[in-house]
């Protein structure tokens, strides 16, 4: 069974930087995991939800442009942890950030089946 649980959400100042973390688990051994495409998303209050960055299994990296030379995705194979490092924050980056991954068969389309249960970013001017 899938589990992603995310950490490191709180509020800070505009300008400010944020870590967060999401430590999976039962994504199977190392030989399937390596290919799991792990992204981060997030949803303003009111609005849809948009991808924020993606890693993919060959390490390649995707950003939303929002977010481009501000955030940072990378993981930790070893301890089956994904992070988002956020700097320069924006109030407009306020949102609950949600932790997803999948197979390429489905996150290489945009699907992902597994997901966090958020953490709470809240920037203030």
């Known amino acids: 069974q899938v589990q992603l649980v995310e950490s490191g959400g709180g509020s800070v100042q505009a300008g400010g930087s944020l870590s967060l973390s999401c430590a999976a688990s039962?994504?199977?051994?190392?030989?399937?995991?390596?290919?799991?495409?792990m992204a981060w998303f997030r949803q303003a209050p009111g609005k849809e939800r948009e991808g924020v960055a993606t890693?993919?299994?060959?390490?390649?990296?995707t950003y939303a442009e929002s977010v481009k030379g501000r955030f940072t995705i990378s993981q930790d194979n070893a301890n089956d942890t994904l992070y988002l490092e956020m700097n320069v924050l924006k109030p407009e980056d306020t949102a609950m950030y949600y932790c997803?991954?999948?197979?390429?068969?489905?996150?290489?389309?945009?699907?992902?089946?597994?997901w966090g249960q958020g953490t709470k970013v809240t920037v203030s001017s």
């Open positions: 997803a991954a999948d197979r390429p068969r489905y996150c290489n389309r945009g699907i992902y089946n597994y």
């Open positions: 039962g994504l199977g051994n190392s030989n399937i995991r390596r290919y799991y495409c």
């Open positions: 890693i993919h299994g060959d390490g390649s990296t």
